[in-house]
């Protein structure tokens, strides 16, 4: 009973966001979407195809228990922002921040690259006036969930840890909008948030990879605009085990690549 009770509310919950974010946008590429399948991307926006295969049970939980780290790390950043407003009101409840002691953070910002038609929303960007200058530099960062296997990876003794090609290209995705609507961008971090112990570290991410995410949404325009693209392990798929995971199977139908 409870596990289907829960079921339903995420369920719910993710159609709500799917009507608030993306409902009359759905020929915009998610800048989530950024290194996967060429194919699911052409079936998401391009075609707008309806989703064949809907994540299971568990499937939804563990992107249920992702979101809700999220929005938890999120609000204690926003919780942050109201304590040192706080701290610097005077007698008459007038706010005085102390830029240069003080982090500002916004979180869950829309992003809208026009000519490259793809939108999205970044996690957190934080204005960071520590270093006492005028205007401060604008930091970027994507929070990501993983597994305890996946976290040892990316973090092994003596450095040296997997990459994520496409964690990569969402973050310099959400880069180029962030250096659009800031007018800068100073560095990009990952931000990642072990399930099983609670451990989070971050992992800096190049600036350079900004035009690479370009060069990346470019060629995915020039790609769907001569249609469907074929079958080619790298990009439709990345990696031949996506293929079980993709909402779109059925419709894609994919062959058993060797």
């Known amino acids: 009973m409870f596990e289907e009770i829960y079921h339903d509310y995420l369920n719910h919950k993710n159609e709500q966001n799917r009507k608030e ?55 204690s950043l926003l919780y942050y922002n109201n304590i040192n407003k706080d701290n610097n009101k005077d007698n008459n409840n007038t706010v005085h921040i102390v830029k240069d002691t003080v982090h500002n953070f ?29 205007e401060p530099y604008i930091r970027l960062y994507d929070v990501k969930t993983i597994s305890n296997f996946g976290y040892r990876k990316k973090f092994p003794r003596g450095g040296g840890g997997e990459v994520s090609r496409n964690h990569y290209l969402q973050l310099a995705t959400y880069g180029l909008g962030v250096m659009e609507k800031y007018g800068r961008l100073d560095s990009m971090d990952l931000l990642y948030y072990n399930k099983d112990d609670s451990r989070i570290k971050k992992q800096p991410v190049p600036i350079g990879h900004i035009n690479q995410a370009k060069m990346y949404w ?38 058993k690549f060797k």
Request: include cysteine; glycine fraction near 8%.
């Open 218 to 255: 470019t060629s995915i325009n020039q790609e769907h605009s001569k249609g469907l693209p074929m079958f080619s392990i790298g990009t439709s798929p990345t990696k031949d085990w996506m293929c079980s995971y993709c909402q779109f199977l059925d419709h894609c139908n994919p062959p």
């Open 106 to 134: 916004h979180t869950e910002g829309e992003i809208v690259l026009e000519d490259l038609n793809v939108r999205g929303y970044y996690d957190v960007v934080m204005e960071d006036f520590t270093d006492f200058n005028t």
């Open 21 to 75: 974010r993306y409902e009359g946008n759905e020929s915009w590429y998610h800048a989530s979407g950024a290194g996967f399948c060429s194919r699911k991307l052409y079936y998401e926006s391009v075609e707008k195809a309806v989703p064949t295969n809907l994540p299971n049970k568990r499937s939804t939980r563990v992107m249920g228990l992702g979101t809700a780290i999220h929005s938890e790390i999120q609000s």
